[in-house]
């Protein structure tokens, strides 16, 4: 039975049999829709915090982990919950009162687990990040800001009878493998993604009943970019004064930022959702007309070579993380997925 939408104060049910999942399966589709590798240095994705919970029939998504948003997802039934912010950055003592001890309260005390997709989401190719692309309609798109790049791996072994087309199907289907192959000789080769190589060793050596003497080579081609933001080009140009409307109706805005010098039409749009305003000098090296994004700074915004257009920080990732939710019900068999719609700390006063 496909999953009915209702929508109920500010949660959106999906409404689904009376089933779970283990929360490890869980947590499993999350890395593998926000892979955990990926993202930056300095950010914390991940498990915030590990509850007691083995299984799980509602998931609740939501941007920020505030007291008031978590208490809302648990209110929701909730045995995990999935925020686009972490909790924190780096790990603190619990021994002052704060948001932070607010929220540790609730879900530990509720037994319920705290993940963060953070950058990890951000980075995905293709992923929730880059609604904004997909909706103006950009063509011949690039990253905007690398952040790593990986070539696939090339793994070959030697086995005495020949791979069944079951084997064999059950390797290529796994998750980054690009080819699975056999010669007469007996010498099987897979091309992987290297990031998942350790998995789908572990699978093949699960099928054979044995762990075979892999020989490994790095490949140089097809690299593969993960990184932040987009830039592309708009099927027409647009006046930009259409440009404008066009962007805060997509953000749901009813104003928005305007910085830098103006063009006359739109034709090359940069992007970043979240905070992007340390992006102004890519988005002018790539030619973009215009860089949509939030937090846009005083100092930066005098100096920037590029027009900016600052849509918010809430109102980017707030979409994001909605088109996440609707992904995450598809994934998810047998789990509810309820949308927690955040509350955007700023307010525009008009007297």
């Not at 215009?290 to 070579?305: C, I, N, Q, S, W």
Request: hydrophobic fraction near 40%; proline fraction near 6%; include cysteine.
């Amino acid at each position: 039975m496909l999953p009915r939408g209702k929508p109920y104060g500010s949660i959106l049910f999906m409404v689904k049999d009376d089933k779970h999942m283990k929360i490890q399966d869980i947590l499993s589709i999350f890395r593998r829709l926000a892979p955990e590798g990926n993202q930056s240095s300095w950010d914390n994705s991940g498990v915030q915090v590990a509850g007691l919970a083995e299984d799980a029939d509602t998931l609740a998504v939501t941007l920020e982990p505030t007291p008031e948003a978590v208490a809302r997802c648990l209110d929701a039934g909730a045995q995990v919950i999935l925020t686009h912010h972490p909790l924190y950055m780096q790990p603190k003592a619990p021994n002052a009162e704060s948001m932070y001890l607010d929220v540790l309260r609730q879900v530990l005390g509720a037994g319920a687990w705290l993940y963060s997709a953070h950058t990890s989401l951000d980075t995905r190719p293709g992923g929730p990040a880059f609604w904004l692309g997909r909706e103006l309609g950009l063509v011949d798109g690039r990253l905007l800001e690398v952040e790593s790049g990986s070539t696939p791996v090339e793994a070959s072994f030697y086995v005495e009878e020949a791979v069944t087309r079951e084997a064999a199907d059950i390797w290529a289907n796994h998750d980054g493998v690009h080819s699975v192959s056999q010669s007469r000789t007996g010498e099987v080769r897979v091309v992987c993604d290297q990031e998942d190589w350790n998995a789908v060793a572990e699978r093949i050596e699960f099928s054979l009943g044995k762990r075979p003497l892999f020989y490994l080579r790095s490949l140089t081609a097809p690299r593969r970019d993960v990184g932040f933001g987009e830039v592309g080009d708009l099927p027409e140009p647009m006046a930009f004064d259409e440009f404008l409307h066009t962007v805060r109706g997509l953000a749901g805005r009813d104003a928005l930022l305007v910085a830098g010098p103006r063009p006359e039409t739109v034709s090359r749009v940069a992007y970043c959702g979240g905070s992007g305003s340390s992006l102004t000098g890519r988005a002018a090296e790539a030619g973009a007309d215009v860089l949509v994004t939030g937090d846009m700074k005083y100092h930066p915004a005098v100096e920037t070579p590029v027009c900016v257009i600052d849509a918010g920080h809430f109102s980017l990732e707030e979409e994001m993380m909605r088109r996440f939710s609707d992904e995450l019900d598809r994934e998810l068999d047998g789990v509810a997925v309820r949308f927690i719609r955040g509350v955007d700390p700023f307010t525009v006063y008009s007297g």
